[in-house]
């Protein structure tokens, strides 16, 4: 009774915090959960008592309509039933059909109390499979039943976070690492399936002895009999709890029998820890890492040829615009590798023959630069690299027997996602501006030749992080870089989702604060289970995304052979009037400035959005020093996709006294706007809140929402075919046509 009476607390101040009541201690905020998981951890027998304490809290919020405690209790409840040791078959039915009332609902209830019915319906089948299936697919474990791989990716930008809170993380991520060898996961996936559902008749420690003392040959044998087992139970539409742990009873008696019975007297439930996850912390500081890195995830570069052999590939391959006309897709192209020309002569063995004379001649007239320097590629560019990567699960084979006529080809197995990418962001709004370029980058690659679109399935996470002090690349235009100016992302999110709120924007001064903690026995016991913990319960628990809207700018620069750049944009545009360079120029500003004011003209062109969805183009001009753009909604209630455009205009005003100016805020709502300084003054434009992300001498731009390149593709392609066809007809209607970039968080946006 005193044990549930403190976990019944312990959850009570959990939900008081939900309502805003933070605990009186503030460095308590966002561990409540944490210290929660921690005590049953201590203690295995208690995930009963909490379970069931959750579950009559979740029935009590759903009679008193107190809906916001719904999606945390819920996500409090499914992590401690995957952890547990052992659930009952009636407590596993109260929380199952507590999640078919949640289909009732709106979004993000039904949707997260769908996925939830799906595991338990499983679960209560085959007890310890979303321990199991959690275990394999993020220690990369080989199972043929179950071929999942997840890795966690963690980037944080080393100009944006200080070399303390850097090097806390690697010490943090790689000590997380050091006790998971693959034997040590196998002994747990199996541990904890024979106490799943054996229950209170397992000898938990017998069993630890037993695997302990075998090779590792046997070991494995075991684990993929276990496994088979689970899986084939979870699968099965008939299966019955029954014979899942009469199986399961086989296996067990099998591993122990090496030990005489009666050695050791059960012990009761014990825990199964559950492995941190694999992740990998890098520090972002190439353009296309991200790219690099998941490449790498799915085809490792020991896993195909040397690079002198790639390299020595894209030296004789030939490079073709395949995609000329899709002014998205306008960077270097190539076209697949191909190993079979066809011909049906064209045996293997003819391209052991020597080369014909003529050869070196035709190889010479061919086009060639001259005067450049020949840069050596990277092997990760390669097509045969590339092409060498489809060779996984579910991939077509790279050369095919010769077909016979009158028989039907055979059916190309589909590509199947078996591996998923799991991108933690930890810094500012600044490390999302990246993120957004390098994910616009990411889909033009996919767009002009599909490697990872079909085999990886990609998940963004963002934790805010800043220091202390603001960073010297703070942007310098700025008039406020304090810590709410720099994360407005994550203050959204906060508002969209009180848990991610509660668990993850506390994190954003406490990282920084258990970097610069003086060592001590104390210092390492919290931080290294502690921010691990939290990145991997968000990690695991976290599977709503919320999608932003990127938007595309063109700038044109009063240097007429200048070419137009292109970029993108996520949080915010920021302009300001540019410094005169020239005397000339500089007794012209003067003599401006005291006629009409500081500043500079400008004509503006949008498209107004109003709530009925309607084109209401509008122009208007001004005198301005600079305007802001903001991406993010200021107001939950905002719900419009929009740009909220702030210009500071100038107002002549004619007194007795004299000519005097003053500002005004002139506000409007888009998604298309161009502006263009009408005398040619030039003015600088910031994307982003990044100093270095700042285009100089620009005189026009052009902003509105950033497309998706494959949209850009197909509508391209279809043009071709129908040239007075405006709207978009075929395929290209079904497509999504803006670029989103979706973060997750544990409940999305709750309407």
């Known amino acids: 009774a005193e044990v549930e009476s403190d976990i019944l607390r312990r959850v009570r101040t959990l939900l008081r915090e939900l309502d805003g009541h ?285 690079p002198d052999c790639l390299s020595q590939d894209l030296d004789n391959f030939e490079i073709q615009d395949i995609i000329s006309d899709c002014e998205c897709c306008e960077q270097t192209r190539f076209s697949v590798l191909s190993t079979d020309s066809g011909i049906e002569r064209d045996l293997p063995a003819a391209a052991e023959e020597p080369f014909a004379p003529c050869s070196t ?34 991939a077509k084979p790279p050369a095919k027997p010769q077909r016979r006529p009158g028989i039907p080809p055979e059916p190309a197995a589909p590509l199947q996602r078996l591996h998923t990418a799991r991108i933690v962001l930890l810094g500012d709004d600044r490390i999302l501006g990246r993120l957004a370029q390098a994910y616009h980058s990411l889909r033009k690659r996919e767009t002009r030749r599909v490697f990872l679109t079909p085999r990886l399935n990609l998940q963004f996470y963002y934790i805010p992080v800043v220091t202390g002090q603001p960073n010297t690349l703070a942007v310098a235009d700025h008039a406020a870089t304090g810590h709410e100016e720099l994360c407005e992302v994550a203050r959204y999110l906060g508002r969209a989702d009180p848990w991610y709120e509660s668990n993850i924007n506390t994190l954003c001064h406490m990282i920084p604060k258990l970097a610069t903690m003086p060592s001590s026995p104390s210092k390492h016991l919290v931080t290294d289970l502690f921010i691990t913990d939290v990145i991997a319960y968000y990690v695991r628990m976290g599977i709503q995304p919320v999608c932003f809207q990127v938007y595309a700018v063109k700038v044109f620069f009063n240097d007429p052979a200048q070419e137009p750049a292109e970029d993108v944009f996520l949080t915010e545009l920021r302009t300001q009037v540019q410094e005169s360079i020239s005397h000339r120029e500089l007794s012209m500003t003067k003599k401006k400035t005291t006629l009409d004011g500081p500043g500079i003209d400008l004509t503006v062109t949008y498209r107004k959005v109003v709530v009925s969805d309607r084109a209401k183009e509008l122009a208007m001009s001004l005198r301005s020093t600079g305007l802001v753009m903001k991406a993010i909604p200021a107001d939950e209630a905002e719900d419009m996709v929009c740009l909220n455009v702030n210009i500071a205009e100038i107002v002549r005003i004619n007194n007795l006294s004299g000519r005097s100016f003053s500002t005004v805020a002139n506000r409007l709502k888009t998604r298309n706007i161009k502006i263009r300084s009408t005398e040619q003054r030039p003015f600088t434009v910031c994307l982003d809140k990044d100093s270095r992300r700042a285009y100089r001498n620009v005189i026009s731009m052009e902003v509105s929402p950033c497309l998706e390149p494959s949209y850009c593709l197909q509508k391209t392609r279809t043009m071709k075919f129908s040239l007075h066809e405006t709207e978009d007809v075929g395929l290209v209607k079904y497509m999504p046509k803006s670029l989103l970039l979706p973060i997750n968080t544990f409940a999305g946006i709750i309407q």
């Open 22 to 306: 933070h605990p009186a201690c503030q460095c308590d905020r966002g561990m409540l959960r944490w210290t929660l998981h921690k005590k049953i951890d201590q203690n295995p027998s208690n995930s009963s008592i909490l379970v069931r304490i959750l579950v009559k809290e979740l029935e009590r919020a759903e009679r008193g309509d107190f809906r916001h405690y719904i999606i945390p209790l819920l996500h409090t409840l499914m992590y401690t039933l995957i952890k547990a040791p052992c659930i009952s078959d009636e407590l596993c039915s109260r929380v199952y059909d507590f999640c078919k009332k949640l289909l009732t609902l709106p979004k993000p209830f039904c949707t997260i109390g769908l996925d939830y019915a799906v595991r338990l319906k499983m679960e209560r089948t085959a007890p310890g499979m979303l321990y199991q299936r959690m275990v394999i697919s993020e220690q990369s474990l080989k199972s043929d039943p179950y071929p999942y791989q997840e890795k966690i990716f963690i980037f944080a930008d080393p100009e944006l976070l200080s070399k303390a809170i850097c090097n806390a993380l690697v010490t943090d991520t790689e000590a997380a690492q050091v006790s998971q060898s693959p034997r040590a996961c196998m002994c747990y996936v199996i541990i904890h399936a024979m106490q799943a559902a054996l229950g209170e008749g397992c000898d938990v420690s017998g069993l630890k002895r037993s695997l302990q003392d075998m090779p590792m040959s046997d070991v494995e044998h075991w684990f993929r009999q276990v496994v088979a087992a689970v899986e084939c139970a979870g699968n099965e539409a008939s299966a019955d709890r029954g014979q899942h742990a009469a199986r399961l009873e086989k296996i067990y008696c099998a591993v122990l029998s090496s030990l005489q019975a009666g050695d050791a007297p059960l012990g009761g439930m014990q825990g199964t820890p559950l492995p941190n996850p694999s992740i990998s912390f890098h520090l972002w500081t190439e353009d296309d890492q991200l790219w690099k890195e998941l490449v790498l995830f799915i085809r490792p570069l020991s896993q195909s040829c040397e």
């Open 361 to 394: 001649e035709i190889e010479q007239s061919r086009l060639q630069r001259k005067g450049g320097i020949k840069k050596k590629p990277s092997p990760l560019e390669s097509m045969a690299f590339l092409q060498a990567g489809c060779n996984g699960p579910g």
